[in-house]
């Protein structure tokens, strides 16, 4: 399993665009990059998934380079709500084994 | 449609003492999963199930036992409960394994302490 490595910690103000990259240098050829965003006292919830190159949706863009080593999750003019715990997820869905990682802990201010 | 729901919220047991956690979806999902998140960590995969009456072991089983006799349902079993698994407890849901993989649909979580 690939195991992934995220910055423990992040701060930003509100309306800035922030960035959260993951390394992930053993993933698999079958391997996807997801990621979760877990507010304090909830289950996690999906944001966005990909395989390769860009990825958008209407809340977050990913970004996988060529050699899929690494991504970065990118969250466009954040608000304090967008203030929780980030987790990079790489897995094979065959072996539905996700490793989640300690995540990055987002704190947006005023 | 109340997606994942776990009963109870909250439990604390004495060293030794058994209980189950039940876990219930309204989706019609295959899959189902329990983990277990420690303070400052992330997420840890205990037992996952890919359908009705299958089970199989995750990342930290030891300790647990689970259950999938109803495709709505998954149970989670602590025999003799130990103080190393006060945690909190979240189930989910997921349509299929993928390929891609399928969304996990998280429940809110049950908070247990063993004295």
């Known amino acids: 399993l690939a195991k992934t490595t995220q910055p423990i910690s992040m701060d930003s103000y509100e309306g800035q665009e922030v960035n959260i990259t993951c390394s992930h240098n053993n993933i698999a050829t079958n391997d996807y990059i997801t990621w979760y965003q877990q507010f304090p006292s909830q289950g996690p919830r999906f944001i966005i998934q990909?395989?390769?190159t860009k990825v958008t949706n209407e809340v977050a863009s990913l970004f996988i380079p060529a050699d899929r080593k690494s991504s970065t999750l990118s969250l466009p003019r954040v608000s304090l709500s967008d203030t929780a715990v980030y987790y990079c997820?790489?897995?094979?869905?065959?072996?539905?084994?996700?490793?989640f990682g300690t995540g990055t802990r987002l704190k947006v201010l005023a | 449609n109340a997606g994942v729901t776990q009963t109870p919220k909250f439990r604390v047991l004495k060293t030794g003492q058994s209980m189950t956690l039940l876990c219930a979806q309204d989706m019609n999902h295959e899959y189902m999963y329990w983990y277990r998140q420690d303070p400052g960590m992330g997420l840890r995969l205990i037992h996952y199930?890919?359908?009705?009456?299958?089970?199989a072991k995750g990342e930290v089983p030891d300790g647990y036992n689970v259950s999938r006799l109803k495709k709505q349902n998954f149970l989670l079993g602590l025999e003799s409960a130990a103080p190393s698994q006060t945690s909190v407890y979240f189930c989910?849901?997921?349509?299929?394994?993928?390929?891609?993989?399928?969304?996990?649909?998280f429940g809110p979580g049950t908070r247990l302490t063993v004295l």
């Open positions: 199930s890919v359908g009705e009456g299958t089970t």
């Open positions: 990909g395989y390769k």
């Open positions: 997820l790489v897995g094979d869905p065959g072996t539905y084994k996700y490793i």
């Open positions: 989910a849901s997921s349509l299929s394994g993928g390929p891609p993989p399928d969304t996990q649909y």
